[in-house]
């Protein structure tokens, strides 16, 4: 089946760890995206890359990173630097002439303890 | 991006339609607008995209009135299972450098038995 995988579900770190949350898919899609999204909010975009080997800052790309090795993967790296690292945080794909139909994850919940 | 602007919730009952309205006065000659779904604790869904007039799916139907400053999405006959945030998008669909998607708060829809 084709879909976007994102893993852990679930995951809690201590504060001033790294962590890196994972996202694949295999729709063959050339754009990746992620987004952040806290409670009673709307989502809001953290990193985006269209092609492999390239990215570019969303909105709110500060205390995050991100690396585009391979068309399938998208990892994020929330780092010690990102102030408020709690989040539900969404990876989606789109393989359109736009952004405006995009495949979502199911979603990674992070929380920062 | 244009800005839209939503009610923050509304209220239904099982078997009605539901009409749900996005203003955009500022929207561009070239954008088009894109409506979303999210269930809790999951990624959002792809439910329509138009330009003017009237688009129907599977799903929903959305209209545009000429001027094109608002748009409605309509759901026809909802359940339970419509209980959802739903989100208005308006920009561009074209390809470039402006691959950002802006998602508001939407509207939560409650679907009461």
């Known amino acids: 089946d084709g879909g976007i995988t994102q893993s852990p579900k679930y995951l809690f770190r201590k504060e001033g760890q790294n962590v890196t949350l994972s996202c694949e898919q295999n729709l063959n899609h050339d754009a990746m995206y992620w987004y952040r999204q806290d409670p009673g909010q709307g989502l809001r975009l953290i990193y985006y890359?269209?092609?492999?080997?390239?990215?570019q800052k969303g909105d709110i790309a500060e205390g995050y990173s991100v690396s585009r090795e391979k068309k399938e993967s998208f990892p994020l790296t929330v780092t010690s630097a990102q102030k408020n690292p709690t989040a539900f945080y969404l990876c989606?794909?789109?393989?359109?002439?736009?952004?405006?139909?995009?495949?979502f994850g199911p979603g990674t919940r992070l929380t920062v303890l | 991006l244009a800005k839209t602007t939503q009610p923050i919730s509304m209220d239904s009952y099982e078997g009605q339609e539901v009409n749900i309205t996005c203003s955009h006065n500022n929207i561009a000659t070239n954008d088009y607008i894109t409506w979303y779904q999210q269930f809790p604790s999951q990624g959002p869904r792809f439910i329509i995209q138009?330009?003017?007039t009237k688009v129907t799916n599977e799903v929903a139907s959305l209209f545009i009135p000429a001027d094109r400053k608002s748009s409605t999405l309509s759901l026809p006959r909802v359940s339970l299972s419509d209980t959802a945030v739903y989100y208005c998008?308006?920009?561009?669909?074209?390809?470039?450098?402006?691959?950002?998607?802006?998602f508001g708060k939407g509207t939560l829809l409650t679907v009461n038995p």
């Open positions: 998008l308006v920009g561009k669909n074209s390809g470039g450098s402006n691959y950002k998607l802006t």
């Open positions: 890359s269209q092609i492999v080997n390239d990215f």
């Open positions: 138009g330009y003017k």
């Open positions: 989606a794909s789109g393989g359109g002439t736009g952004p405006w139909e995009q495949f």
